[in-house]
């Protein structure tokens, strides 16, 4: 009797601290906001920087280009071929968990590049719980299949120079361009993932059945979805508006036309064509994100005003007479601050260095240099839960779901669960990078 109540109390703690991760996880953006807010108006008047003068410098260009690149996904998701895609790569897998690992995790890499990840996330999470729900899952695979979605919508945000946040403030601050970052970041961040995948997937155990659950989940998913209809002529449209897009921000220099001006244009014709397709316009947004965003970019330009980069900028460069060794104090520096802040901060935040030192000593390896910043913050958002742009908005969609392991326990993913993996992510990340700038620079 008394071990019954034993595991019941156990259960209910569990249950307990899950509900607080999850309740803290909702309120913790907020929470950020007005920290970031409060904080850099203290800064600004303790060093008498007058606030107006600083939203005179403020970032709206990196601001404008995050919102109208989530409403293009949003656009892109209403022809249905994120789905179709996610359902086509649970057949190729054939319900292996090895598989789906590996073929959801390189999908996840390959539309955090081009669209937003947090959408690109939300988009293919119906589908992994109708076949996660339907296989025979334990704790372990459920906290190692979203390890690797969590860490590769980090490493694709970081392929290319609109994938993300911070790859977005590397384009509009004009040490490297468009295409530059695109072929140097991109097969950087295509081998770290593709290692992250062969890692985590060795993991996975092979299944030893006669696959008869597998096939039962595959058909389950294709009765679910058996309805869909795919939208191929809006979508050859978008596809076409983003490649015109994307030649603009390669070809056009950003002194003629800005690149939020090029997302700005590419989003209204894309809007048009869905309006003349009779497609639904879905123009909504998670406004808390913007907040969000805008408060990172405000916070850096407090900061960035104050001087303390610049004196930080000048005592390594003083200190450190190597390089190579500079970047690399620079990029463990700016990981560690991306892992305990999150990636907003730590990319708004230290790109004032970044900038000095490409316009200073290293200028011909600016391309390098632009390049090992954002591996430097994508290593750190792998780091913690709370690093990760999508990483609570993912615990709790996955604490919702419903997930019960062999013995119908419901199976939670949160902070605790997601430490040690975070950890290997980190390390795997920082390394690759450090080892590529010690080989290119």
Known sequence: MNGLIGVQNSKANRIGKSSLFS??????????????????TLVAIGFNLPVKGIMANYSYDVLVILIVMELFTNLIAETGIMQLIAIKIAEKSKGQKRMCLMLFGGMMFL???CLNNITAVMMILPIVFVLLKTLEVDRKYVCTFFAVILALSNTGGAA???????????MTSGITSFLSYLTHAFPLFAMTSLILLVLWGISVKKEKDDGAIRELAIANLKSQYKNMRIRYDVLVCLGIVFLGMFLAWSIIPQSI??????????YVV????????KIRVHQGMEFKSVLTIA???????????????????????????????LVMAIMFITSIIAGIFS?????????PIIVELCNGPLNAQSDWIAVAYAASICAGSS???????????????????GIVDGGEQKITWGIREYLKYGIVNYVVQITIAMVAIELVL
């Open 160 to 170: 290319s120079p609109v994938g993300d946040f911070p790859a977005i403030v590397i």
């Open 111 to 113: 539309i955090s590049s």
């Open 383 to 401: 780091l913690f839960m709370w690093s990760a742009t999508a990483g609570f908005i993912l615990s709790g969609k996955v604490n919702k779901a």
């Open 23 to 40: 309740s803290f996880g909702e309120s913790a953006g907020f929470f950020l906001i007005a920290v970031m807010f409060i904080v850099g």
């Open 295 to 325: 408060s990172y970019l405000f916070f850096a330009e407090v900061v960035s005003e104050s001087g303390l980069l610049r004196i930080l900028a000048e005592y390594l460069q003083d200190n450190i007479s190597s390089p190579k060794l």
């Open 270 to 277: 894309a809007m048009v064509i869905c309006s003349l397709k």
């Open 343 to 351: 990636a907003g901060p730590a990319a708004a935040a230290m790109m």
């Open 257 to 266: 036309i800005p690149p939020e001006i090029i997302a700005v244009l590419g």
